[in-house]
């Protein structure tokens, strides 16, 4: 296993690891474009798990705004769950954020994404947020 920066080679590949991996819902800002503007914009920061032949094994989108981190699309494909994987992507982009001073972060999980709420209620750590309610804009 490895962890390495994503680059924007890696999108075709990413997208297809997306598209098999029920909980995550793809939108326009996950296309090639505004993909590559988010890498830029976070330089170092998204990471991509690799498997021992060097294939897509899982993803860690990471941002920020200066002041907290925001987590995405944290992905291990099927056949590599159970080994601790989703955790390394997780620690090392915390690792890189604290690098930058930034020691909060936020994660959203959808609601029908039940192995992913499995897995971020086992964190030590994090806790649901119960005194906020998050609004988004509609694209439209």
Request: aromatic fraction near 8%; glycine fraction near 8%.
């Amino acid at each position: 296993m490895r962890i390495r920066p994503i680059t924007a080679a890696d999108h075709i590949h990413l997208q297809d690891l997306w598209r098999r991996t029920p909980g995550i819902r793809l939108r326009a800002e996950d296309e090639l474009e505004p993909f590559c503007a988010y890498l830029q914009r976070n330089p170092d920061l998204c990471l991509l798990l690799e498997d021992d032949r060097g294939h897509v094994a899982g993803s860690l989108l990471v941002g920020h705004d200066g002041r907290r981190g925001y987590l995405q699309h944290l992905v291990v494909d099927s056949p590599f769950r159970g080994k601790g994987w989703a955790k390394a992507l997780l620690q090392e982009a915390l690792r890189r954020l604290a690098q930058l001073g930034i020691r909060k972060s936020h994660v959203f999980v959808l609601e029908d994404a039940p192995e992913a709420l499995a897995f971020w209620q086992m964190q030590r750590g994090w806790s649901e947020r119960e005194d906020i309610r998050v609004y988004s804009t509609t694209g439209d």
